[in-house]
């Protein structure tokens, strides 16, 4: 195990040092002086001249990418053009935003797409089975904010059910009720993936019914739902965990655009806001952190597996 | 299979290619047909319900919503032709010297897992911040980069297997040049997984354009396209809901049968697929 584990994690920093070269590489494609495209229209050349002397511009382009790399380590992402405040501390300020709606959008993933697989794995052919194949058919052919738009429209527009934007800090207020406001947007952000994720489901369930040890377990007269809960489900998780632990990629690209629909205060909602006031260094910095994010939950994951399926670990 | 099932299937592709036959006359000569201009404003028709005059309705500028969604679909198969192209350009030769020289793949497959890393809608914002101007070759470039390393990596998946196949030793052990062995037998080969890829490839890129429009960073506003008119539908969604649903509707039903149509080629041509692709 230990080894596997060391293996990983050197495959992990690989991959975090090729992220961190490719935002490097494609902020040297912006056309211009790097300084005042970072700086804005307004800057000072004082501000210039500073911002040449943390981040090397002036200096070749090899010293460039070891000052940006020193800085990545020291989580100096640089400072936002248009909030005149450190890249990192915006991000962390749009974080509890992201991660709660990503939270409940993995808590429809795995509630609906779970337990819609297990059932039509069970009842193969019949009209449940069907149904969520045409579900998950629609489900994957859908986009997220076409379907946020459509909830918005029924259940905040004419049912009145559900706000229908906006957010406020639970943790500032510690005002659990705020979280009202997440449900639409992830029920929106979260069908997709449930598709998905009941496909998995279905598919690795059908597999692991007809192996020996499930006719065994009901000839010796054990209860379906032990059958199919225990020895059953069990078996079958490690494909469903992989769809699953996938569904963080398209779950971030989701929420940047359901974040919009639903004008939700997010970390989606900011690159958007950036790209169109041409906020680089924020850009930058949130393509960094998602990617690396990214890196580290495949590395979980993977090292999870291995803990979970021995056999894993001498591949 | 069983033969209803075998029935139903055959309705689906035929479904499928059904949809995609009329997307494809509409996207060629809908501006032939449609009955309004569909950049014509009409002030006193602003905001009207669908009905006999404007079948889909009307947007906050009078324009006929049917006439702009039947020529908004030109411009998505023009962007999701183009994107899938892209991806075949790149993704194609760059997947096939990956997967039969090792050292090449060692690199390349690195830097491709790298750039997977980041989530697709990102890069492509990323992309069109950096490029500068909205506008379709930007737009083509930016969701092309996206989807060229998918493009790859399946193409390196099934050289792999490929290269291992006895017809290639055969091929060697008769003295044929790498260059030969690639195209005569490898190639030739990767026919199947890349044209089941650029289907989804192509699914998968209208629904992103679609979402870089809709978030008013893709193509031009005065372009008709569906994202662009759902963006600018947004604002009246409770009074007008259907400038948003039909173009929905239209992307929906695409990015559908495009998904049907490669699973359906998928199960035809190479059922093995179901794991690579």
Excluded at chain 1, 156 to 179: C, E, F, M, Q, R
Excluded at chain 1, 201 to 223: E, H, P
Excluded at chain 2, 231 to 254: D, K
């Amino acid at each position: 195990m230990f080894s596997y584990i060391v293996r990983r994690a050197a495959g992990m920093v690989v991959s975090v040092l090729l992220v961190v070269t490719i935002t490097f590489i494609l902020m040297q494609l912006i056309p211009g002086d790097p300084a005042s495209v970072l700086l804005g229209p307004n800057a000072t050349p004082e501000q210039i001249a500073a911002l040449n002397r943390t981040w090397g511009f002036d200096r070749p382009i090899l010293v460039q990418f070891y000052k940006y790399f020193v800085n990545f380590l020291r989580g100096n992402l640089g400072e936002s053009i248009f909030f005149r405040q450190p890249v990192l501390r915006i991000i962390g300020q749009r974080a509890e935003t992201s991660v709660f709606l990503g939270i409940m959008a993995l808590m429809v993933v795995v509630g609906l797409g779970i337990p819609a697989g297990v059932i039509a794995a069970v009842r193969p052919n019949s009209w449940v089975d069907t149904s969520l194949l045409l579900l998950a058919l629609a489900g994957a052919s859908i986009p997220s904010f076409w379907l946020g738009l459509m909830l918005m429209v029924v259940f905040a527009g004419k049912l009145h059910l559900l706000p229908s934007s906006g957010y406020t800090s639970v943790i500032a207020t510690g005002n659990l009720a705020n979280l009202k406001n997440l449900i639409l947007p992830a029920f929106a952000l979260g069908f997709v993936n449930a598709a998905l994720v009941a496909r998995t489901a279905r598919s690795s369930m059908l597999d692991v019914l007809r192996a020996d040890y499930i006719t065994t377990a009901q000839a010796k007269g054990l209860r379906d739902s032990v059958v199919i809960l225990k020895h059953a489900l069990r078996n079958a998780a490690i494909p469903i965990t992989t769809v699953i632990s996938f569904t963080f990629a398209s779950l971030v690209s989701g929420a940047v655009v359901t974040e919009n629909v639903f004008a939700l205060p997010g970390v989606g909602s900011l690159i958007v806001q950036s790209v169109l006031k041409r906020d680089y260094p924020t850009i930058q910095g949130i393509m960094l952190v998602v990617a690396v994010l990214y890196v580290v939950i495949n590395f979980v994951t993977d090292l999870t597996y291995a803990f979970l399926d021995p056999r894993i670990r001498y591949r | 299979m069983s033969f209803a099932k075998l029935i139903l299937r055959r309705k689906t592709l035929l479904f499928a290619v059904g949809i995609l036959l009329s997307l494809v006359v509409i996207s060629i000569f809908s501006p032939y047909f449609v009955p309004y201009d569909p950049d014509a404003l009409s002030l006193t028709d602003r905001l009207k319900a669908p009905s006999g005059a404007h079948f889909f309705g009307t947007d906050h500028f009078g324009r006929d919503i049917f006439s702009r969604t039947l020529v908004g679909t030109r411009v998505t198969f023009i962007l999701g032709l183009s994107i899938s192209a892209f991806a075949l350009v790149f993704g194609v030769p760059l997947g096939v010297l990956s997967g039969y020289y090792d050292r090449v793949g060692m690199v390349i497959m690195r830097v491709i897992d790298a750039l997977m890393a980041f989530p697709a809608i990102i890069l492509a914002l990323a992309l069109m911040a950096i490029m500068g101007k909205p506008g379709m070759v930007n737009v083509i470039i930016a969701v092309g980069m996206v989807w060229a390393p998918r493009m790859v990596r399946v193409v390196y998946s099934s050289t792999l297997s490929l290269r291992e196949n006895t017809y290639v030793e055969a091929a060697r052990a008769l003295g044929a040049s790498s260059g030969r062995i690639l195209v005569r037998h490898i190639a030739v080969n990767l026919l199947s997984p890349v044209i089941v890829q650029s289907t989804f490839t192509f699914a998968f890129s209208i629904m992103e354009v679609a979402a870089l429009n809709f978030l008013g960073v893709g193509i031009p506003p005065y372009v008709p396209s569906w994202g662009g008119m759902m963006n600018e539908g947004r604002t009246y969604i409770i009074r007008a809901p259907w400038i948003i649903i039909f173009p929905g509707v239209f992307l929906a039903l695409s990015v559908l049968s495009f998904n049907l149509l490669g699973d359906a080629l998928r199960d035809r041509l190479d059922p093995r697929l179901r794991n690579i692709v």
